[in-house]
């Protein structure tokens, strides 16, 4: 196995794609025989029931890990998928920041944790809270490159140049090794011109850091998480699927080129 490409979903705009992304990236990896771990970093615990496990039922999650109640190997659980572990996560998570405090290298909690099994993964991949909170700072200082999810609207730019000053600032001060993956548009309706333009002004303001792959509003994407299932198994054949598949291909020529 090489080296492991941790990856933090993050974008501090909601309802953008953020989780759907996450988790079909994630099994879209799965699927093409990597290994890989899905930390779920949201307290509303999307992933993980997302990929079929009962949030409100967990013996540990992340939030035990982060307070040091449970070790990442004793938090890991299977998903539905071959090949795709997850940390999972649900509301206890929204507490930990405020019982951090004070706690000494708060920011690499994670990362310290991470770095027990990084051996065992090709990818590790952080689905964020849709804020800049303690517990995005840990995503980002653990990770590798950040991948952002962008809503083909007429507001997503503004977001954007929020988001990529932040990603400065934690480069800057806690990650050097820290680089932008990508942007990925999601939610693209081919039917409206507002699509292509936000599509145009972006590409012109990043270039090569645009993926090829543009995520289409697919009815049958939204439909996937409420059975538990990647949309890769809830519809091998949609859009979604298909579009997914494209995006993990891409991920993983980039670790390569």
């Known amino acids: 196995m090489g080296k492991v490409r941790i ?59 982060v307070l040091g109640e449970a070790d990442i190997k004793q938090t890991m659980a299977k998903t539905c998928v071959d090949n795709l572990k997850i940390i999972p996560s649900n509301m206890d ?15 690499y909690i994670l990362k ?6 990084k051996k065992d993964f090709d990818f590790i991949v952080i689905d964020c809270p849709p804020s800049l909170n303690l517990i995005t700072i840990n995503a980002l200082t653990s990770a590798d490159t950040v991948l952002v999810p962008i809503q083909c609207e007429y507001f997503a730019l503004e977001g954007l140049e929020q988001l990529l000053h932040t ?11 820290l680089e932008l993956e990508g942007v990925v548009f999601t939610m693209y309706d081919a039917r409206t011109n507002l699509s292509l333009e936000v599509v145009e002004e972006v590409k012109h303001s990043l270039g090569s850091n645009v993926y090829r792959t543009i ?40 670790e390569w080129s």
Do not use: F, W
């Not at 799965?30 to 949030?55: F, M, R, W």
């Not at 890769?232 to 598949?245: I, V």
């Open 7 to 65: 990856i933090a979903v993050t974008n501090q705009k909601g309802g953008v794609g953020k989780t759907t992304t996450a988790i079909n990236l994630a099994a879209c990896l799965a699927e093409a025989g990597k290994n890989v771990l899905i930390v779920d970093a949201d307290p509303q615990g999307n992933s993980t029931s997302g990929l079929g496990l009962e949030k409100n039922n967990l013996e540990t999650t992340l939030y035990n890990m």
């Open 93 to 107: 998570l929204a507490g930990a920041e405020i019982e951090l405090i004070g706690r000494e290298r708060r920011e």
């Open 112 to 117: 310290e944790q991470l770095k027990k099994v």
């Open 167 to 177: 990603i400065g600032l934690v480069k800057q001060r806690l990650n050097t090794n």
């Open 215 to 254: 995520i289409p509003r697919n009815v049958r994407l939204g439909e996937a998480p409420s059975h538990g299932l990647p949309i890769t198994m809830y519809d091998s054949r949609s859009k979604g699927a298909e579009s997914y598949r494209l995006l993990a291909e891409e991920v993983i020529e980039k």
